[in-house]
């Protein structure tokens, strides 16, 4: 949820002051947010985005997923959609576009839009942000590979949701963003990944992994072996069924 920042008006009521964006939101979840901020109809800055004019790359194609920067955005005696939306984009091209974000994506032979989907698939997979740069050398060792992503956090975009179960059913979905069944990178990033996740999309930690499954809160398992990665993901079911267990239950 947002977290708008109240200050008082002319007339005694609060109204807000400025709009925290989180990192990792989607650009659907950013809209949201402005169109209740502003108190604004639904949708509403979805559809700003024809007027807005962002200064997005040419591989965006007008899609601003991945530069609405997560921050604090004050709004003004005068906010807009479009206004917020710039201003979320050009804090993005500020921090992308800079000599080390450039270099580092070099460095790994992408480009920034590329190093930006990496950040973004970090940002959405990661359970600490500890585990961001062995997150982003499990993708780089995996495109080394030729191997397919298998980023269930990718279904998660193309479907529209955010949960920790992924069916086969899923993984059979038509879409771009299905690293199941496509190979590369998605054709955008998936979130808006902070300065954390975009440091370790183009400094990804040393380490020969393919695997890593969070079995609990503070325990992501990092590994290069099936066998064991597939005991991990074992041990996390068990934790998940345990959990969800009603009182009593053997």
Same mark, same amino acid.
């Given at each position: 949820?947002?977290?708008?920042?109240?200050?008082?008006?002319?007339?005694?009521?609060?109204?807000?002051?400025? &709009?925290?964006?989180?990192?990792?939101?989607?650009?659907?979840?950013?809209?949201?947010? *402005?169109?209740?901020?502003?108190?604004?109809?639904?949708?509403?800055?979805?559809?700003?985005?024809?007027?807005?004019? &962002?200064?997005?790359?040419?591989?965006?194609?007008?899609?601003?997923?991945?530069?609405?920067?997560?921050?604090?955005?004050?709004?003004?005696?005068?906010?807009?959609?479009?206004?917020?939306?710039?201003? %979320?984009?050009? +804090?993005?091209?500020?921090?992308?576009?800079?000599?080390?974000?450039?270099?580092?994506?070099?460095?790994?032979?992408?480009?920034?839009? @590329?190093?930006? +989907?990496?950040?973004?698939?970090? @940002?959405?997979?990661?359970?600490?942000?500890?585990? %961001?740069?062995?997150?982003?050398?499990?993708?780089?060792?995996?495109?080394?590979?030729?191997?397919?992503? @298998? %980023?269930?956090? +990718?279904?998660?975009?193309?479907?529209?949701?955010?949960?920790?179960?992924?069916?086969?059913?899923?993984?059979?979905?038509?879409?771009?963003?299905?690293?199941?069944?496509? %190979?590369?990178?998605?054709? +955008?990033?998936?979130?808006?990944?902070?300065?954390?996740?975009?440091?370790?999309?183009?400094?990804?930690?040393?380490?020969?992994?393919?695997?890593? *499954?969070?079995?609990?809160?503070?325990?992501?398992?990092?590994?290069?072996?099936?066998?064991?990665?597939?005991?991990?993901?074992?041990?996390?079911?068990?934790?998940?069924?345990?959990?969800?267990?009603?009182?009593?239950?053997?």
């Amino acid at each position: 949820m947002a977290v708008p920042l109240l200050t008082p008006d002319d007339e005694g009521e609060s109204r807000p002051a400025s &709009l925290v964006i989180p990192e990792g939101w989607r650009a659907t979840q950013v809209y949201d947010a *402005v169109d209740k901020t502003l108190a604004l109809p639904a949708g509403t800055t979805k559809k700003s985005l024809a007027k807005a004019a &962002l200064k997005l790359p040419n591989d965006a194609e007008g899609n601003p997923e991945g530069y609405l920067f997560p921050a604090t955005y004050p709004l003004g005696d005068s906010p807009t959609p479009e206004k917020l939306l710039a201003a %979320m984009v050009d +804090t993005a091209n500020k921090k992308f576009t800079g000599a080390p974000v450039a270099a580092g994506a070099q460095r790994n032979a992408l480009n920034v839009y @590329q190093a930006v +989907t990496i950040a973004s698939i970090v @940002q959405a997979e990661a359970a600490a942000k500890e585990d %961001m740069g062995k997150v982003a050398r499990v993708v780089f060792n995996r495109l080394e590979r030729g191997m397919p992503l @298998q %980023m269930d956090s +990718t279904i998660n975009y193309a479907l529209g949701r955010s949960t920790l179960d992924t069916t086969t059913k899923d993984t059979r979905i038509d879409s771009p963003y299905n690293s199941y069944q496509r %190979m590369g990178l998605p054709p +955008t990033p998936i979130a808006n990944p902070g300065d954390v996740a975009m440091t370790a999309a183009i400094n990804p930690t040393p380490g020969d992994w393919l695997y890593f *499954v969070t079995v609990k809160p503070g325990d992501t398992r990092f590994t290069a072996d099936y066998a064991e990665h597939q005991r991990n993901v074992a041990e996390f079911n068990r934790v998940r069924q345990s959990a969800t267990k009603p009182a009593g239950a053997a």
